[in-house]
């Protein structure tokens, strides 16, 4: 799945850049309208934002070109069809998280009760 090898700050920027693309491959934005949509306690600046989308930009998620509109930085971001999938995969993700947590207390609570079971028999 895509989403594993997103670290914490590449997938708060993707989540960004998807929610601010709203469903369309190609959105106009500025940085800050980006840093607007992350959290406040990471204490993004233009300079961390465009590291964390460059990287994204490496990773296939998205194409991205920095322009100037009327003396502001404005990025035009091309999302590609793992971009554009983001979301999908951020579920399924989550979803084979919970799964492996599901599976692991039902596996605890078997061998507990087998504990107990046994614990019965032989005294």
Do not use: C, W
Not at 27 to 39: D, F
Not at 43 to 69: C, H, P, Q, T, W
Not at 89 to 97: A, F, V
């Amino acid at each position: 799945m895509l989403n594993d090898k997103l670290n914490k700050r590449e997938d708060e920027v993707m989540n960004a850049v998807f929610t601010l693309a709203d469903g369309k491959e190609q959105v106009l934005v500025s940085p800050y309208e980006i840093i607007a949509l992350l959290p406040p306690k990471e204490n993004y600046d233009e300079e961390k934002l465009e590291g964390v989308l460059r990287a994204l930009e490496l990773d296939g998620y998205f194409e991205l070109i920095a322009s100037d509109r009327k003396g502001e930085k404005m990025y035009v971001i091309h999302l590609k069809p793992s971009g554009l999938a983001y979301k999908r995969s951020d579920t399924q993700r989550k979803r084979g998280l919970y799964i492996k947590l599901g599976i692991t207390v039902a596996t605890a609570v078997l061998s507990f009760a087998i504990g107990l079971i046994l614990k019965a028999i032989f005294t």
